[in-house]
């Protein structure tokens, strides 16, 4: 399934077994809908279009619609595993599998599905099931959010013939970058001017605090030549990699993470920030 703020053309529908002239009408979790690529919600109570916080029930205006794809297993163009396929192998779901997604940084290219099934007398491999295919198709980046929130379900829709309850057991996962692009990152260094900060022994006292920027600044320019700033949501994700303290007595650090007000209350921290091309620094 592939859920995205930006829809996939006719020809790229077609070219992952979708024709919307083949097919009328498609299934997405029990509900039909008379289009391949509807925009719906996500049912995740946090995709909402505004910062008021999850929905808690019945809110179509608050929910952020995605233009919706399911591939269904007939329609794979790799190996589907029923016994059909070029391997020949048939999957047992209710057997411990192990399954690989690669996909692209910035989600201009597709994606690319894996199974890892035996192939001979102690041996297994690696086996494509399916590949999204959207090269050189899109007229602007679909993956906004690259740090996924990786949802496992179970969804049955015919119950008729179950006896006992069913289960996702999740045994393990491993997460991997291949690639990247260091030469993005500049390091900057400036003094607060504050005097040194006094740790106080009977009570924990903060010592240092990183607030993201709300929004992040893209300067852009239109086709007719005009310059402008465009503000990007920021993710807010922060990934310390090392942090130097130096005391001349027994230390505990604790590394927290402080949840603050909704933004309509402010309090007073002397720092230091950055300008919004991030290039300067202020105290």
Known sequence: MRRSTVPLSQQVLVRNGLDPNETTSIQINGTSYNTVQPQIPS????????D???ITGNDDDRELKFHTIEIPRDKFNGDPLNGNGPSGYTIRPENVTMWKIEFGWYGAIGARFYAYIPSGAGEARWIVIHTLVIENSLGQPCLQDSYFRFKYSLDIFNTANLKTPQF???YGASYYIDGGDEGTSQIYSVSSGLTPKQINTASETSLFGIRPKDVIISQI???SG?????PIQNRKLILP????????ALTEVKVKTCKACAGFGHVFTPGVATTDTGRNMTN
């Not at 005009?226 to 465009?230: C, F, H, I, T």
């Open 241 to 248: 990699t090392k942090f130097n303290i130096s005391t001349n």
């Open 221 to 223: 320019t239109r086709p």
């Open 168 to 170: 996702l057991y999740k």
């Open 43 to 50: 049912g995740d109570p946090f995709d909402v279009n505004d």
């Open 52 to 54: 008021q916080g999850p």
């Open 226 to 230: 005009e310059d402008e700033a465009v």
